[in-house]
C-alpha cells in the first residue's frame, strides 16, 4: 500500500502541472487542494514515525488547506515551487545534520561506503540542492510571470529533462570516479 501511494504521489507530480493547464477549465481549485492533501495524507499516514519524517508531507497539506480555503486558480501554480523548496530543505538539511540523502540511498546498495564515496555522495548533495533552488527560482518567476503555457511547459516538461540530465551527468561521473578507485 505504502509503495501505491508513493506512486500516487509521483503521477500527480509528474502530471500536476498538466492537470492544471488542462482542468482549470473543469475543476475548482478547492477540487486539486482535496486530491492533493488526500495523497500527501495517506502518505504521512503510511509512513513509520520517524522524528521530523512527516514534515513535508505537513507543509503540502497545510498548502492544499490553504488552496482549499482561498479557491485561487493563481495559488494552483505554487505547487512546484512548494515542492523544490521542501527538497532543497531535506536535502540541505541533511547536509547540516547528516547523513546526506545520497550518502543514505547509496548505503542502501552498498552499506560499508570508503571514505572518498562518501565525499562524494556529500558533493552530490549539495548539487541537488543547486538545482532545487535553480528550480524552484525558475518555476517561482514563472508562477509570478509568465502565461499559464510556459509555466506548463517548463514545470511539466522542462524541469524533468534537467533533473535527468543532472541525473545522467551524476552517474557518467560515478563511473568515471569508481574507475579511478
Known amino acids: ?17 498538466f ?3 488542462f482542468g482549470m477549465a473543469h475543476f475548482a481549485p478547492w477540487q486539486f ?17 520517524r522524528p521530523g519524517g512527516h514534515w513535508m508531507a505537513g507543509v503540502a497539506i ?7 480555503l482561498l479557491d485561487s486558480p493563481a495559488l494552483l501554480r505554487w505547487y512546484p515551487v512548494l515542492i ?24 542502501l546498495r552498498e552499506p560499508q561506503l570508503p571514505e572518498a564515496a562518501i565525499r562524494y555522495t556529500r558533493q552530490v548533495t549539495q548539487a541537488w540542492c543547486v538545482f532545487f533552488l ?3 527560482l525558475v518555476a517561482t518567476a514563472l508562477t509570478l510571470w509568465a502565461p499559464l ?4 511547459l517548463y514545470n ?18 560515478r563511473q568515471r570516479v569508481r574507475g579511478r578507485s
Open 1 to 17: 500500500m505504502k509503495r501505491l501511494i508513493g506512486l500516487g504521489l509521483v503521477v500527480a507530480g509528474l502530471l500536476y502541472p
Open 19 to 21: 492537470a492544471v493547464y
Open 33 to 49: 487542494a482535496l486530491l492533493l492533501a488526500g495523497l500527501w495524507l495517506a502518505r504521512a499516514l503510511s509512513e513509520p514515525r
Open 62 to 68: 497545510g498548502f492544499c488547506a490553504v488552496l482549499a
Open 84 to 107: 523544490n523548496a521542501c527538497l532543497l530543505g531535506l536535502f540541505g538539511l541533511s547536509l547540516k545534520f547528516g547523513p546526506p540523502v545520497v550518502e543514505r540511498l547509496a548505503r
Open 134 to 136: 535553480a528550480n524552484g
Open 149 to 152: 503555457s510556459w509555466w506548463t
Open 156 to 173: 511539466g516538461l522542462i524541469a524533468y529533462g534537467l533533473m535527468g540530465l543532472l541525473f545522467a551527468i551524476e552517474w557518467l561521473i
